[in-house]
């Protein structure tokens, strides 16, 4: 538990550069042998860093702004469904009994899920909501990170902030769900449509029931100013703030002269709005697509435009009904990378063929067929495949195309007062554009005023502000999470590798057992220099892999490449020779299935091969067909290894110079 403040001031830390003004600040206080850490966050990456931690007995305190766990998923828009499947995306420690028959899950799905990962390993024990992390400096006296927070956090109403976990009483579940949150929404949408979102989303006063106790309680904006502030002494910090939380939102050309409204994504909510008008959608990536196919309901004419490239499509679904990342498997993403484009380019011509002849069980209606067909065209046209281009996994501007009459540009453009002109010379007459424009990593606690000039390193001379400006760019940290200056991992990031096909929240998972190892004394990081050194050569690699791509989306990784590598680290890659001879269907279920976190449980210090097994036996295997391409070319490339071929080795383990 903490000391009390005056517990505290019996043994005040020393401020980061030594000045004169001594900040009272709480010691949290660790169990014999173990560390105490700061958790920024109560996301899934901050969820299973807690989780790891709190498994080997470490003390953790999180600080999560929001109402309430779930990070992203706490602000969606109103039909937000994942983009990857309920087998793919879950933690490999805990299941909702889905593998057999994977989904997609909505989002409020997806909160219950972590409601229940949470529950489970009683991680509501160690958040602390509506707490701002203000500021994080470092006492060179004591070594220990000062963490300064601030209570009373003010947040608008969304749907999530009436979804109470289980561990809640029913009845007030259903009450806060169905009667009051219902009614809260509807008066805020209702005075938001009257009097602009932005006025109304920082003025609102509401009751909402507390996630932790079922209370009823008060959200107004005059509380943060009643806050209450602390600075808190952690061994580490780990950051878990996630990349969709800063909207990034550039200025257009001629946007000077545009009469009509532009919104973010970040503040769009519901199709409805935009009933009657013409509306621009800038950016196809997976919630520009999934918001341009909503608003293609609704709206007179839609357009949808993408500079250069958009990603890699690929549908959730396939022709047979099965979510489409059951062919995100061990098999296909083995083949080297001299043959990917080769992979992917055969794959897409058999699936065009599927789309236009049909094969084995097919579901699909002529809608369907047309989209899937039309993917095929424009994956083809634009010469992509998911071995070298960034993935938008869902079909919506597809569907908005086939169906709905939505235009595609692919040309930079400039705005006049109704309309904006492409490069081609083609118009598109438009009353309101919704930017989605992504999002932009953020560190606001290690740049504030009082802290961002403190050295926290004496050797390299290291500032606050360097840490920031760092990890904007995870290709500068080991292993895109723990930072490099500090030999023991003082200070990681989770959540900011993102997986050109596959899901953020197995990632994080995997770079938190690692950081747990490390921070448990069980594994010993490389030193400063080697750790520096590895991040640049991890950095070529996936610059060569992506190109472009790698450069404009920071973080991006191959998802079993870097998910083998991690599990390398820790000596937790499945024991593949093993398990083709003793157990085969399980083999053939890793090799052919969705590409699971499970498969990691096998050996190693966090091995549960019974559990893991269990997983195996339900899920089902991918497509057929597609299955059948990419073992063919895998064999291939596996028979010229062997014979000396070494470029065409196949991928597994360690990340390395030939995996490129």
Request: charged share 25%; glycine share 8%.
């Amino acid at each position: 538990m903490p000391q009390t403040r005056k517990q505290a001031s019996e043994g005040k830390e020393e401020g980061a550069t030594g000045s004169a003004e001594q900040p009272e600040v709480v010691r949290v206080m660790n169990p014999p042998a173990k560390k105490t850490c700061c958790v920024i966050g109560a996301g899934a990456s901050g969820l299973t860093v807690m989780k790891e931690l709190t498994s080997l007995g470490h003390k953790v305190m999180c600080f999560e702004e929001s109402i309430r766990i779930g990070g992203v998923y706490t602000k969606s828009y109103d039909r937000t469904m994942l983009t990857t499947s309920s087998v793919l995306t879950a933690f490999s420690d805990y299941s909702q009994g889905t593998e057999a028959r994977p989904k997609f899950f909505t989002d409020e799905e997806y909160l219950d899920y972590l409601d229940g990962y949470a529950s489970k390993f009683g991680l509501y024990d160690h958040v602390n909501f509506r707490t701002k992390v203000i500021k994080v400096t470092k006492c060179l006296v004591t070594n220990k990170w000062l963490v300064t927070v601030k209570t009373n956090a003010f947040l608008w109403p969304h749907r999530s902030t009436f979804i109470l976990p289980n561990h809640v009483d029913a009845e007030i579940r259903r009450e806060a769900k169905d009667v009051h949150g219902k009614e809260v929404l509807e008066d805020f949408y209702a005075k938001a449509e009257k009097d602009g979102f932005e006025n109304v989303k920082l003025n609102y006063q509401y009751k909402y029931y507390c996630h932790k106790t079922g209370e009823l309680m008060t959200m107004c904006p005059s509380q943060p100013a009643q806050g209450v502030t602390t600075t808190y002494a952690f061994d580490q910090i780990a950051v878990c703030t996630g990349t969709n939380t800063w909207a990034s939102l550039p200025k257009f050309d001629g946007q000077e002269n545009f009469k009509g409204v532009i919104v973010h994504s970040e503040n769009y909510k519901k199709p409805e709005v935009f009933k009657g008008k013409r509306v621009l959608v800038i950016g196809a990536g997976e919630s520009g697509s999934d918001i341009c196919n909503e608003i293609a309901g609704e709206a007179a004419k839609v357009a949808i435009v993408v500079r250069n490239k958009h990603g890699h499509l690929i549908p959730r679904k396939q022709s047979d009904g099965r979510v489409t990342d059951l062919n995100t498997n061990r098999c296909r993403y083995s083949n080297p990378y001299i043959l990917g484009d080769w992979v992917g380019f055969a794959n897409q011509h058999a699936k065009k063929f599927v789309a236009k002849n049909g094969w084995g069980d097919n579901k699909a209606t002529e809608d369907d067929r047309l989209v899937l067909q039309k993917i095929g065209e424009l994956n083809l046209q634009q010469g992509t495949s998911a071995f070298s281009k960034f993935g938008c996994k869902n079909e919506g501007f597809v569907t908005a195309m086939v169906t709905k009459g939505t235009e595609l540009h692919r040309d930079a453009f400039v705005m006049h007062e109704n309309k904006v002109v492409f490069k081609d010379g083609s118009e598109f007459a438009c009353d309101a554009i919704v930017a989605c424009t992504g999002y932009r990593n953020s560190f606001p606690f290690f740049e504030h005023e009082d802290v961002c000039e403190d050295v926290v390193c004496q050797k390299s001379g290291l500032k606050m502000k360097d840490i920031a400006t760092m990890a904007k760019n995870p290709r500068l940290l080991y292993k895109q999470s723990i930072f490099p200056a500090f030999a023991t991992g003082e200070i990681a990031f989770f959540g900011f590798a993102r997986p050109a096909f596959g899901a953020i929240p197995p990632c994080s998972e995997m770079q938190s057992r690692l950081y747990a190892m490390v921070t448990n004394g069980s594994l010993e990081l490389p030193c400063p220099d080697t750790m520096r050194s590895i991040a640049e050569q991890d950095q070529a690699i996936y610059e060569w892999r992506f190109g472009y791509d790698a450069k404009r989306v920071k973080g991006l990784v191959d998802f079993q490449l870097y998910t083998d590598d991690l599990a390398a680290q820790t000596g937790s890659l499945p024991p593949l020779s093993k398990l083709f001879f003793s157990k085969p269907k399980i083999w053939w279920k890793l090799m052919f299935s969705s590409f699971t976190m499970h498969q990691y449980r096998f050996q190693g210090p966090y091995a549960n091969p019974a559990v893991a097994e269990k997983v195996y036996e339900k899920v089902p295997v991918g497509d057929f067909l597609e299955c059948s391409i990419t073992a063919a070319f895998l064999v291939t490339s596996k028979v010229l290894s062997l014979i000396g071929f070494q470029e065409f080795t196949p991928n597994f383990g360690e990340l390395r110079t030939g995996s490129h």
